[in-house]
């Protein structure tokens, strides 16, 4: 399939430029959506021609919800109905673990709603629901390290830091997006993907603490409390570094059974613990910032 003509969405973020660099180490023509998702002109004119969309892009990380339902739920519909017009031949979708479009929590809400306007279309698609990815650019394990410089000489445990994690790393994810190219058994189907190690957030917070060398006392804090907080400190920011969607991920399990990697795309995912390296890297503290 590698001549196929390939648009991607949100390709410029965490997990679209790792997959930009893949489609490209794997000669795949596939360009990066330069448009915003509500801007229908503009993705009719970048749609034309092309047979598979990857979408990743979302507004996850800004924490309004308000932009969330405008680039996450609107802009997906905008990109079935001009999909639909481009008569694009396949859709893949990146979603997260326990979406549901009746959920509680406006994350794993408008990422129901987004998958619901897609299984509803009539285009040919494969969503991968993921858990919680790493590596170096993420919004998780960076955070968890970055804040604790701050919060010294604590780490906050929040919800008490019971809840399970099975994070995935993001090449590993990358590589089953690009091997769904090839996995015409995948579409119309849903794929719930982690990495093999399920481990408990007050044992994830310990490892990153080890692996940068900081002594901190974790501190189990409830959600009902550290939210208000957040909100308080956080919600003038434009790019927050901790947002209320990420508070969220504290209040569900984000796990998939373990052997799901090796069961669906036949290969088994990077250890967590062979690759927290780059939470080592200088600056880590100036990262929480970056736009
Ligand atoms: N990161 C995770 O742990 C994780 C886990 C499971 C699922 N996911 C899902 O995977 C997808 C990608 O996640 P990510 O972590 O790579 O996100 P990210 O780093 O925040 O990247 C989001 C991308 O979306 C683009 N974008 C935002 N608003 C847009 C708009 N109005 N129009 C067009 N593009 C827009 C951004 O471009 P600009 O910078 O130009 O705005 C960026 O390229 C998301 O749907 C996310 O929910 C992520």
């Not at 390709?11 to 790792?18: P, R, Y």
């Not at 660099?21 to 000669?27: I, T, Y």
Request: aromatic share 8%; charged share 25%; proline share 6%.
């Amino acid at each position: 399939m590698a001549g196929e003509n390939i648009l991607v969405t949100g390709a410029t973020g965490f997990i679209g430029s790792s997959l930009m660099r893949l489609l490209a180490r794997q000669g795949y023509q596939a360009r990066a959506y330069s448009g915003r998702m509500n801007d229908p002109l503009r993705l009719r004119q970048e749609l034309e021609g092309i047979e598979i969309v990857y979408h990743l892009a979302s507004a996850e990380r800004r924490g309004r919800r308000r932009l969330l339902q405008h680039v996450d739920v609107e802009g997906a519909e905008r990109l079935v109905e001009e999909s639909r017009r481009a008569r694009v031949g396949q859709l893949i979708v990146v979603s997260r673990l326990n979406t549901d479009p009746n959920s509680h929590y406006p994350l794993l809400r408008a990422k129901g709603e987004m998958e619901r306007l897609i299984w509803r279309s009539e285009l040919s698609y494969t969503i991968v629901r993921s858990a919680t990815v790493f590596g170096l650019h993420d919004r998780f394990l960076n955070v968890i390290a970055g804040l604790s410089a701050w919060t010294w000489p604590f780490v906050v445990l929040p919800g008490g830091g019971k809840t399970p994690f099975q994070p995935l790393w993001v090449e590993d994810l990358a590589r089953c997006l690009v091997q769904i190219l090839d996995r015409p058994d995948l579409r119309g189907e849903i794929v719930e993907i982690a990495g093999e190690e399920r481990i408990r957030f007050a044992d994830l917070a310990q490892l990153i603490m080890r692996t940068v060398g900081m002594q901190r006392i974790p501190v189990p804090v409830d959600l009902r409390l550290l939210r208000p907080t957040n909100r308080l400190l956080m919600s003038w920011w434009p790019y927050p570094p901790v947002t209320p969607f990420f508070m969220d991920l504290f209040s569900q399990s984000d796990i998939a059974p373990v052997d799901s990697v090796l069961r669906t795309f036949g290969f088994r995912p990077n250890r967590l613990i062979d690759n927290l390296g780059y939470l080592r890297r200088p600056g880590l503290r100036r990262y929480l910032f970056r736009r």
